[in-house]
């Protein structure tokens, strides 16, 4: 899961079917794929706008 998340961050483009097909292999069903990537997603979204916005900064 880690590892799909980081390379969701990275670079959204490069996630593939076979990320999914590897979550699963460990057993995450589909609910739990679209749950991971969207937290992460929202994670990456919300940080952004943050760091744009000087949000925690002295």
């Known amino acids: 899961m880690i590892n799909y998340?980081?390379?969701m961050t990275k670079?959204?483009?490069r996630v593939?079917?076979?990320d999914h097909a590897?979550?699963?292999s460990v057993g995450f069903d589909d609910?739990?794929?679209?749950?991971?990537t969207?937290?992460?997603a929202w994670f990456n979204y919300i940080n952004r706008v943050a760091d744009s916005?000087?949000?925690g900064r002295e």
Do not use: F, M, Y
């Open 31 to 36: 609910r739990a794929i679209l749950q991971i």
């Open 11 to 13: 670079d959204a483009t």
């Open 5 to 7: 998340v980081v390379k």
């Open 53 to 55: 916005l000087g949000v």
């Open 38 to 40: 969207l937290i992460a």
């Open 16 to 18: 593939s079917p076979e």
């Open 22 to 24: 590897r979550l699963r």
